[in-house]
Nanobody, 117 residues
Framework: QVQLAESGGGLVQAGGSLKLSCAASGRTFSLYRLGWSRQAPGKEREDVATIGWSGGSTVYSDSVKGRFSISVDTARRTVYLQMNSLKPEDTAVYYC??????????WGQGTQVTVSS
């Protein structure tokens, strides 16, 4: 099993930036992909960005393309989400996710991001 722990959420004004971090522990040798999803109150969950464990093959949702950047530091077993030009509609709980060989998927506990107008 892989355990994920997010950090870096908070309150920021529109147009500002935040960087989320997610540290992976446990059976990290089986990881092949990581990502970030978010869920705002009353809205469906949205998959924001994913990245291969080696750092390649990034995928972004249309709503964040050009503003958010996902990266991974395999030595630190940490995935990051740099969020720039934040908008009030980016307000949500952001969850770290991982996919491992053997069809195993893990989720972090979530971190709140609030963007004020």
């Amino acid at each position: 099993q892989v355990q994920l722990a997010e950090s870096g959420g908070g309150l920021v004004q529109a147009g500002g930036s935040l960087k989320l971090s997610c540290a992976a522990s446990g059976r990290t040798f089986s990881l092949y992909r990581l990502g970030w999803s978010r869920q705002a109150p009353g809205k469906e969950r949205e998959d924001v960005a994913t990245i291969g464990w080696s750092g390649g093959s990034t995928v972004y949702s249309d709503s964040v393309k050009g503003r958010f950047s996902i990266s991974v530091d395999t030595a630190r077993r940490t995935v990051y989400l740099q969020m720039n030009s934040l908008k009030p509609e980016d307000t949500a709980v952001y969850y770290c996710r991982s996919w491992s060989y053997g069809a195993e998927e893990s989720w972090g506990q979530g971190t709140q991001v609030t963007v004020s107008s």
